[in-house]
């Protein structure tokens, strides 16, 4: 039980710890992703590139799963889940660069955005960790009154 009494449990910042600072990056690039994914799929619509179907079912699939992992980011399934995510859609604009030059274009983005994924979980990763160091070592610092001892 916490202190209100319930048993729910409450965020890590209510409880006096920091958020995961990979967890924070992860989330906002699979939310950006999601957006780049819904504003592409505009983009292609309007270009004619694919039958609408196909656009619309592509498109959104990306954008809610995108959103979807970003509320998810909880263990390490999810991360994975995410990276996963990144190779289908880099593969897939891959295959869309080999037919125009809006393809291209896709690919450049989602290559910067896979990039970009990289760096979150490794960064973030080690803020984390740097973190839970910093907070061991001033655990195990003996704490000072204020006070004099002479």
């Known amino acids: 039980m916490n202190a209100t009494g319930s048993g729910a449990r409450q965020p890590a910042a209510a409880a006096g710890e920091p958020r995961s600072a990979r967890r924070q990056f992860a989330a906002t690039m699979l939310t ?43 263990g390490r399934g999810a991360y994975l889940a995410g990276s996963v995510l990144q190779l289908m859609v880099l593969a897939g604009a891959v295959a869309a660069a080999t037919r125009d030059a809006a393809g291209v274009m896709f690919l450049v983005t989602w290559a910067v955005f896979v990039a970009l994924w990289i760096v979150a979980l490794r960064l973030g990763g080690r803020i984390d960790r740097e973190r839970r160091e910093r907070a061991d070592a001033e655990s195990a610092e003996p704490r000072s009154t204020g006070r004099d001892a002479g």
């Open 32 to 74: 950006l992703e999601a957006f780049v994914a819904f504003f592409g799929a505009l983009v292609a619509y309007g270009l004619r590139l694919a039958p609408s179907g196909l656009i619309w079912a592509v498109g959104g699939a990306v954008t809610v799963v995108c959103l979807l992992l970003a509320g998810t980011l909880r």
